[in-house]
Every structure is written in C-alpha cells, then in structure tokens.
C-alpha cells in the first residue's frame, strides 16, 4: 500500500504539469507560472518548517537521537543541494521571455541551446531527489507523506511548465517539449521506488532522511525562487506576491490543523 501511494504521488507532479502546459497557452502559461512561484514559496516554507522538521526531531528523540547530529545533518543538505546547482544538476527553470525579468533577448534559447538536453539531464536528477525525499516521508509517516508530496508538486508544477517554455523558445517543438518533460518527470518515480527499497529496513535512519527533506525544501525556497521575487514592481504586484505565500502557508497550518483533528 505504501509503495502505491509512492507511485501515485511521485506521478502526479509530472502528469499535472504535462497536462497543465499542453492545455493552456504560452501567455498564460507566463502568468501562471509566477502566481505559481509565490505559491510554492509558502508551501515549501511551511512544510519544511511545520511538519517535516518537527517530524524528524520527534522521531529523533523516540530513538534516542540528539539535536545536534539532525543540525548537522540540516547544515550538509543545504550545502549538498548548493553543489549540485553549482554543477548544474539541480536546475530550477521558471525563467522565460517576457517573464519580468532583465534577460536579453533569446535568453531562454541561449540558456536550452547550450544544451536543452542538458536542462532535462539536470530536472530529471532533481525529480529523482524529489522521489527519494517522498519515499521518506510516507516510509515515516503516511500523513507526512501526503503533505511533503503535495509540497513537491506544487513547486513542481511550476519548474516543469517553466522547463517546457524554455524549451518551446529555445525551438522544441510544442510536443516534444511535452514528451521530453514527461520523460523527466518519470525520474521521481524512479527515484521514489528506489527509495522504498533502501529506506524502508532502515527505521533509524527516518529522522535523517526528513531533515535532508528540509533541507531541500528551503534550499529551493530561499535560493532560487525568493530571488525570483525581489524585483521592483508595483504595489499590486507586491501585494499578490504576499498574498500567494500567504495561501501556501495558509494551505500547510491548514493542513496540520486537520490533521490534529483527526488523531
């Protein structure tokens, strides 16, 4: 049942955003992706911070895990997810033309014609990571799993509509971007299968994998897409910027209030 629900959850990030740029259009796609990125700023943020951090310590301090190994542990994953975007194997693309922000022209083919394929080399290891951080959090707890994917793919939906923009500019067809990217996006499944296998024998492990989980959330959150947000814009802009992050965490105290609800 646990290995289904894996399966299920690390699928539909891929296939939800596959659908959501084949149906829509490159104009609104651009909106929707922005809304989106502020949306995902709360949703990563508070679920790193409000359910999978806590998570990891409780469970820590059930087997006799001290604080300051699951610091250490929170330490390393950030660097870790540092280097990888340092190498370029952690890509985050939301990025497109007309997106608001200071690119020259033909940006986005320059960034995908260095190497389109490159781009999806490099999305298909962040989705393996992400099936892993999901494997997790069901092997954890089924409640925490549901969340941390939900979490998932709502940064997801956003990177990998935004992936198929750049590609679609940087000349992939409509189709082939579409293919391509549900290619990529099968990586999470892998990733989450193989997660079950080696994770689920190793209970002692859980409270570190969650913390690496975290760190992956804030990482992504506070590195790549706040950046994304600190631009000169108007007050409306600004206001529905807020506006979205506070839905995102709005969702997750939501979420957990429930939750508590119902044990």
């Not at 959501?20 to 943020?45: C, D, I, K, N, Y």
């Not at 940064?155 to 923009?165: A, K, R």
């Not at 409509?174 to 499944?189: E, W």
């Amino acid at each position: 049942m646990t290995l289904g629900y894996i399966v299920l959850a690390t699928l539909a990030g891929g296939v939800l955003s596959v659908l959501l740029a084949a149906s829509l259009t490159q104009a609104l796609l651009a909106v929707l992706v922005r809304h989106l990125v502020s949306l995902s700023v709360g949703v990563l943020l508070g679920t790193a911070l409000l359910h999978v951090l806590p998570e990891a310590f409780e469970q820590g301090h059930q087997l006799g895990i001290e604080p300051h190994p699951l610091f250490l542990t929170l330490l390393g994953g950030l660097l870790f997810f540092f280097l990888l975007e340092k190498a370029e194997l952690y890509r985050h693309a939301h990025h497109h033309e007309g997106d608001g922000h200071h690119h020259h022209h033909h940006f986005d083919a320059e960034q995908a014609g260095r190497g389109g394929f490159s781009v999806l080399v490099g999305d298909s290891i962040h989705n393996f990571c992400d099936g892993l951080i999901i494997a997790a959090a069901f092997l954890a707890d089924t409640q925490l799993g549901v969340v941390t994917a939900l979490a998932i793919i709502a940064h997801e939906i956003p990177q990998e509509v935004g992936d198929t923009i750049v590609l679609i500019n940087a000349g992939f067809t409509r189709r082939k971007a579409l293919a391509y990217n549900a290619l990529s996006g099968l990586a999470a499944v892998a990733g989450g299968v193989l997660g079950y296998y080696i994770a689920g024998p190793w209970q002692a492990l859980f409270p570190y994998l969650l913390v690496v989980a975290s760190s992956s959330f804030v990482y992504v959150a506070v590195a790549d897409l706040l950046p994304q947000l600190q631009r000169r814009l108007s007050w409306r802009d600004n206001v529905a910027q807020l506006g979205w992050i506070a839905v995102g965490l709005g969702l997750i105290v939501l979420v957990k209030s429930l939750q508590h609800g119902s044990h």
